[in-house]
């Protein structure tokens, strides 16, 4: 059966396919010469190491030229077995800004993106080299021997140019690679689709029944400046073009230990305060505990070796003082925490002044 259509259906037919989806397949549809000139073709190949590159997503992307920055997708297509793509939109805006947005779902390349500059009634041939990726492995497990499959990695690295494409949360147009990554039940992660650089990670525990570690085995820390606890003070991971790194296996530490107690005056009155639980041999980890009516209880500890020091609201009546009532800390007693258990009773009584 032939069908034959005359010019103006077949305008009407590529205007409603254009707007039903932007995008008419390269081929599909042969256009008679009066149509040639309203539309063009932007086509070309994706290679990576000399190698085609099938299945890789291409998206035809227009830049908002009243706002220059935003974007809106023209068409979106896959590569075929040999990397091959192509585009014929239907309309094309003149002097805009035309970007190829390529991102492999395997993540085995670099995600990125190529200017392309459509002629109208022409084909454009934009052929792109894309780069293979870095991948980051490594293994976690947990001090009580749970399956880590709440576990996820959170990557911190590169930035990439803003018009790159998008991987990670939605807010943040600077990623091209994931920002999240799961631990598989046997504890094994890898961190695909990197593009060379430095990099840290923070592995975190959804349950929030451990704490956050970082790649090098040392707990977040708050920066100076920044009120969120973080791994910038770790050395990174460097992996370079097409490279694979690993980190070493990685403990969760338990975060359920409490040390509860009391503050009061020589007489037995309680005493408002806070309560500082310092960790025996490192400065830097401490945990303010508030009282409430002289009650104070520190709660989410890790297991190990700690020190309280007390003080006291009414500094101008009370001293500070140190468990067990001591003046100084290297006079102090040590309190030992053990992981799901708390430890009471370490109360502290300060003198008047």
């Known amino acids: 059966m032939n069908i ?9 037919l590529l205007a409603t396919l254009s707007l039903a989806g932007g995008l008419v397949a390269a081929g599909s549809v042969t256009a008679p010469p009066a149509e ?12 990576a190491a000399g190698e085609w590159q099938p299945g890789v ?25 040999r990397g091959a793509f192509s585009f014929r939109p239907a309309t094309v805006v003149k002097d805009a800004r ?42 976690v497990a947990f001090a009580n021997g749970a399956q880590p499959s709440h576990a996820e990695v959170l990557v911190e690295g590169q930035v990439a140019e803003a018009d790159a494409p998008t991987r990670g949360p939605a807010a943040d147009d600077q990623v091209v690679y994931p920002t999240t990554v799961p631990v598989q039940s046997d504890g094994t992660f890898r961190v695909k689709g990197l593009p060379r650089g430095d990099y840290r990670l923070t592995y975190t525990d959804k349950t929030h029944n451990f704490f956050d570690i970082c790649h090098d085995g040392s707990r977040e820390k708050v920066s100076e400046g920044d009120a969120n606890p973080s791994c910038l ?19 969760f ?29 490192d400065p830097s980890e401490f945990t303010r505990a508030y009282t409430t009516k002289g009650v104070w209880r520190a709660i989410d500890l890790p297991a190990g070796s700690w020190q309280v020091e007390v003080s006291p609201d009414d500094q101008a009546r ?36």
């Open 36 to 47: 040639a000139a309203t539309t063009t073709i932007v086509k070309g190949a994706i290679a």
């Open 233 to 251: 003070h770790v050395t990174p991971v460097s992996v370079g073009i097409a490279q694979s790194a690993s980190v070493p296996r990685r403990t």
């Open 318 to 353: 009370y001293r500070d003082r140190w468990f067990q009532d001591a003046a100084t800390q290297s006079t102090a007693q040590t309190v030992t925490t053990t992981a799901g258990q708390k430890t009471t009773n370490r109360n502290v009584v300060v003198p008047r002044r």
């Open 57 to 81: 997503k291409v998206r035809l992307m227009l830049r908002d030229p009243d706002s220059g920055d935003s974007y809106a997708t023209i068409a979106t297509t896959t590569t075929t077995t």
């Open 253 to 281: 530490v338990d975060r359920s230990a409490q040390i509860i107690g009391r503050v009061t005056n020589a007489q037995g009155a309680l005493v408002e305060g806070i309560a500082l639980i310092h960790r025996v041999g």
């Open 98 to 139: 035309y970007e190829l947005w390529y991102d492999d779902p395997d993540l085995d390349l670099v995600a990125g993106w190529r200017i392309v500059e459509p002629v109208m009634g022409s084909t454009v041939t934009r052929n792109i080299t894309a780069r293979r990726a870095s991948t980051i492995s490594g293994r």
């Open 4 to 12: 034959r259509l005359r010019a103006g259906r077949l305008v009407a």
